[in-house]
């Protein structure tokens, strides 16, 4: 009964913004890290960015000077600030968190970086 939804993506020019939305729903007692992931066509999942509850961020090398995430606790909510987005940033961006000591995962939201 747990689940995790994603929303925010969409389409934007190289340069624009977008701000994503990770929000766990359910039986919570806990949650211990969140993070994002992407995947574009014909390429595996790669990790993003993470936090954990204690608030310590890491983000994947590529992206680290212009997304930042963050999370409330209150509202069993992960967010991803991206700034300056690329096309190469284009994907299925995926939300990933360790609830009740289990890993669940979003269904994803498309981010399209495009002229």
């Known amino acids: 009964q747990v689940q995790l939804v994603e929303s925010g993506g969409g389409l934007v020019q190289p340069g624009e913004s977008l701000k994503l939305s990770c929000t766990a729903s359910?039986?919570?007692?806990?949650?211990?890290?969140m993070a994002w992931f992407r995947q574009a066509p014909g390429r595996q999942r790669e990790f993003v960015a993470r936090?954990?509850?204690?608030?310590?961020?890491g983000y994947r090398d590529s992206v680290k000077a212009r997304f930042t995430i963050s999370r409330d606790n209150a509202k069993n909510t992960a967010y991803l600030e991206m700034k300056s987005l690329q096309p190469e940033d284009t994907g299925v961006y995926s939300c990933?968190?360790?609830?009740?000591?289990?890993?669940?995962w979003g269904q994803g939201t498309q981010v399209t970086v495009s002229s």
């Open positions: 990933n968190a360790a609830i009740n000591g289990r890993s669940y």
């Open positions: 359910g039986n919570i007692n806990s949650i211990y890290v």
């Open positions: 936090i954990s509850d204690k608030g310590i961020t």
